[in-house]
């Protein structure tokens, strides 16, 4: 079992940034794929990023490619979300994610573990 806490949500101007963290505990760190996914009012939960058990490879949505950028630090079992250009669009609750399991990198099933979210509000 893995618990996820997430943190570093808030409120930004339009073009400013936030960086989210993703403590983990429980396991080993090490030996999950991590990934951020959001949620807008009345919107589906959607596949943000994704980082590598090793941190070696990304994957982003394309509706934050270039703006985001997803990062681990496995000694001290937290993963990270830089978001820099921040718009309203990116208005929403931030889950972080994690599986030691192969599977499609975008889909919520691929993911075991999940955090409570953390809100985070562009104005513009």
């Known amino acids: 079992q893995v618990q996820l806490v997430e943190s570093g949500g808030g409120l930004v101007q339009a073009g400013g940034s936030l960086r989210l963290s993703c403590a983990a505990s429980g396991r080993t760190f090490s030996s999950y794929a991590m990934a951020w996914f959001r949620q807008a009012p009345g919107k589906e939960r959607e596949f943000v990023a994704r980082i590598s058990l090793s941190g070696l490879t990304t994957h982003y949505a394309d509706s934050v490619q270039g703006r985001f950028t997803i990062s681990r630090d496995n000694d001290k079992n937290t993963a990270y979300l830089q978001m820099n250009s921040l718009t309203p669009e990116d208005t929403a609750a931030y889950y972080c994610?994690?599986?030691?399991?192969?599977?499609?990198?975008?889909?919520?099933?691929?993911?075991?573990?999940w955090g409570q979210g953390t809100q985070v509000t562009v104005s513009s």
């Open positions: 994610a994690a599986t030691a399991r192969a599977g499609t990198v975008g889909y919520r099933g691929s993911y075991d573990y």
